[in-house]
């Protein structure tokens, strides 16, 4: 019965879409449909878990406040009661990280809700998403704040930074399966304004406050980063001006400083990790590029006087995904083992160029990782609420 609910459902793709043969939300729900089933029943089990679940002491917010941890900053084993110092690339077990993984599962919990209700319309899965909606968003006693004042901060050293800011990129998929789902009769209204509100008002703190200043002129994957949040939280909330700035900023900032004419990212591979950061900053910017393209103004085709394009960046590092042997460069000093993935960047860039090989690549590798960090650096894991 289930692969006959696939095939009607295949069939209500065929028919409803203008170009049929060509449609990658089809290729894609073909591709990822046994799992997507899968994780949307996963989801429909689920209970909310807010950042009010657990505190750490060392946090100078409240209960309701975002915390987490500076990854790469340990204990000075020279003077233990003091400062933490740097060791760049190298993430310490033992610093507070609750947060951010209740960020990240809400993030997969409403993406395979969002994923799941693509191919079934069914309520079931909207009604589950107001439950997590008011946990997170309504609830007095639950909910989060819209900032990241406390995030990536330092024992001895700092009580947030606007490098933390890049933890709110979880929240991508929590906005994007809202939008998938926002015109279901089961939706509650009044959540679902709430939702948006609270979403307006984080975009108002991250584009004012110091914090959002310093995460924005940062010179590499966290300034993508940056883009890359705003923009989704910007068309989420119907904010045309923000995506305008970041279109713009995208094509005089982004690729002007970041992209070197042989389509690699040189801020990325001077990096202790530069294959792991390389994918990462390519993934953020293709994400850029699938959420604020239009007919009228396509990102994936925008170049540089001097040529520079997307069409570069990703053909400098498909063969490196392809065939991780090709790499020259040494290899990551964390995690080198465990990339790549499934890699967002590949299956945008299909769409976007209609390279087969884009497709086949991304048909190949790992949808569903399970390695933490690996998790937390893919900032697609549902594709197919992108797509629509």
């Known amino acids: 019965m289930l692969y006959k609910l696939y095939a009607v459902v295949a069939f209500c793709f065929l028919v409803n879409s203008s170009k049929a043969n060509d449609s990658v939300f089809v290729k894609c729900a073909a591709i990822l449909k046994d799992s997507i089933i899968s994780k949307g029943k996963w989801a429909l089990h689920q209970q909310p878990v807010t950042t009010t679940a657990s505190y750490c002491d060392r946090s100078a917010g409240g209960k309701h406040d975002f915390y987490s941890e500076g990854d790469y900053w340990w204990p000075d084993t020279n003077n233990l009661n003091g400062p933490y110092i740097q060791k760049d690339g190298l993430t310490n077990p033992n610093n507070f990280v609750d ?14 809700l969002g994923a799941a209700y693509s191919i079934t319309h069914k309520d079931v899965y909207v009604k589950k998403a107001i439950i997590h909606l008011k946990a997170w968003f309504v609830d007095t006693a639950t909910l ?3 900032s990241l004042l406390y995030a ?14 890049i933890d709110m990129i979880q929240m991508m998929e929590v906005a994007k399966g809202v939008e998938v789902m926002e015109k ?12 948006k509100q609270w979403f307006a008002n984080y975009l108002i703190w991250v584009t004012t406050h110091s914090y959002g200043m310093d995460e924005r002129e ?3 994957n966290h300034g993508t980063c940056w883009v890359m949040q705003v923009a ?44 792991g950061y390389s994918l990462f900053n390519l993934d953020a910017l293709a994400t850029i590029c699938q959420e604020l393209s239009t007919k009228e103004d396509n990102l994936w085709n925008f170049s540089l006087p001097d040529g520079r394009n997307m069409r570069q960046a990703i053909e400098f590092m498909h063969p490196f995904v392809a065939d991780k042997s090709l790499w020259k460069q040494k290899p ?24 087969d090989t884009l497709l086949q690549t991304w048909k190949n590798l790992n949808h569903y990782p399970k390695v933490e960090e690996v998790i937390r650096n893919l900032p697609v894991r549902n594709p197919l609420i992108w797509l629509n």
Request: with cysteine; proline share 5%; charged share 20%.
């Open 218 to 220: 940062a010179k590499n």
């Open 232 to 275: 989704v939280f910007a068309k989420f909330t119907n904010n045309q001006t923000l995506i305008n700035y970041c279109k713009n900023r995208f094509k005089t900032v982004l690729l002007p400083n970041q992209l070197a004419k042989d389509g690699s990212f040189p801020l990325e591979m001077s990096r202790t990790k530069p294959y």
């Open 332 to 355: 990551d000093v964390m995690y080198w083992d465990d990339w790549p993935v499934a890699q967002p960047f590949l299956l945008f860039g299909y769409q976007a160029y209609g390279n």
């Open 99 to 112: 947060h951010r993984k209740a960020l990240i599962r809400f993030s997969q919990i409403m993406g395979s």
């Open 152 to 165: 990536q901060a330092i024992k001895g050293k700092v009580t947030g930074r606007g490098i933390g800011i």
């Open 144 to 146: 989060m704040n819209p």
């Open 184 to 195: 279901s009769k089961a939706m509650d209204t009044v959540v679902l304004n709430t939702v």
